[in-house]
């Protein structure tokens, strides 16, 4: 029976291992109550993220916005001259490789500033400080097409046949491995895909490696009134390094070997 139940713990732990992650919907009781009075700086939903955290910007804020019928992060740049909003949240523990996803629209006018997110090795305290990789729109590009911002400079890339992402309800994927400074990106909306990938920007200044993904952030600079980014189901699912994987696999390995053996005798 003991030994039963150290082959679950292990095999228990080694799932837990490959499932951890963070995640948030901004709904309530995600499972705390931050969003209850709705959604403002220093609340802390869902799990596995740190709190809502100012980085930059005047005359903006946060409000309760809306994405496919559901409540969603919205951040509005404010309607005053050279209003911006920029905010971040970091990821408990950091993560090495794995995948992010979430939903995001661009309710903007797209002809004064960038709007979009990024992922960062740090919280820093701008928006694109420590900056692994950028995706959004900005005016130069167009409204039909995404702006990268990666190792090897700036990009761009379609969502199939689409011709207007205002507006556009989009779900993101990237999958990300800081340690090999490798990315993939997939965009979809409207039954429409689009894909690019890279290199991500090292921040650490090391010959291997960027800087683990320790945080993420949202960045609305298309100054004017009504001219919001809505952002909802975060999402970060992490892949262990294969150290990791090793070191707990190898007791359930030998768990069930010793078991099977024992059953046998």
């Known amino acids: 029976m003991i030994k039963k139940i150290a082959l679950g713990y292990s095999l228990l732990a080694l799932a837990s291992a490959i499932s951890f992650g963070a995640s948030d919907n901004f709904e309530n009781s995600n499972p705390s109550n931050d969003y209850n009075d709705g959604i403002q700086y220093n609340d802390n939903g869902g799990s596995g993220f740190g709190a809502l955290t100012y980085l930059e910007g005047t005359g903006g804020s946060l409000f309760d916005g809306s994405l496919s019928g559901a409540r969603a992060l919205g951040i509005a740049a404010g309607n005053g001259p050279g209003n911006t909003q920029a905010?971040?949240?970091?990821?408990?523990?950091?993560?090495?490789?794995?995948?992010?996803?979430?939903?995001?629209?661009?309710?903007?006018?797209?002809?004064?500033?960038?709007?979009?997110?990024?992922?960062?090795?740090?919280?820093?305290?701008?928006?694109?400080?420590?900056?692994?990789?950028?995706?959004?729109?900005?005016?130069?590009?167009?409204?039909?097409?995404?702006?990268?911002?990666?190792?090897?400079?700036?990009?761009?890339?379609?969502?199939?046949?689409?011709?207007?992402?205002?507006?556009?309800?989009?779900?993101?994927?990237?999958?990300?491995?800081?340690?090999?400074?490798?990315?993939?990106?997939?965009?979809?909306?409207?039954?429409?895909?689009?894909?690019?990938?890279?290199?991500?920007?090292?921040?650490?200044?090391?010959?291997?490696?960027?800087?683990?993904?320790?945080?993420?952030?949202?960045?609305?600079?298309?100054?004017?009134?009504?001219?919001?980014?809505?952002?909802?189901?975060?999402?970060?699912?992490a892949v262990p390094e294969p150290s990791t994987l090793s070191f707990l696999a190898a007791p359930a390995l030998l768990g069930a070997v010793f078991f099977i053996r024992r059953r046998r005798a």
């Open 87 to 237: 905010l971040g949240r970091t990821v408990t523990g950091g993560v090495i490789a794995g995948t992010y996803s979430l939903d995001l629209r661009f309710n903007v006018n797209n002809v004064v500033g960038t709007t979009g997110f990024n992922i960062k090795s740090a919280l820093g305290t701008s928006f694109g400080g420590n900056e692994n990789l950028f995706v959004g729109l900005t005016p130069g590009s167009g409204n039909n097409v995404l702006f990268v911002d990666d190792a090897t400079g700036t990009h761009t890339f379609s969502i199939g046949t689409l011709t207007e992402l205002r507006g556009v309800n989009i779900n993101f994927s990237l999958t990300f491995d800081t340690a090999a400074g490798t990315y993939s990106l997939t965009a979809s909306a409207s039954s429409q895909l689009g894909s690019i990938s890279g290199s991500l920007k090292d921040t650490n200044g090391a010959t291997a490696g960027v800087g683990t993904l320790n945080a993420i952030a949202f960045g609305n600079f298309n100054t004017g009134d009504t001219q919001d980014l809505v952002v909802d189901n975060l999402n970060i699912t």
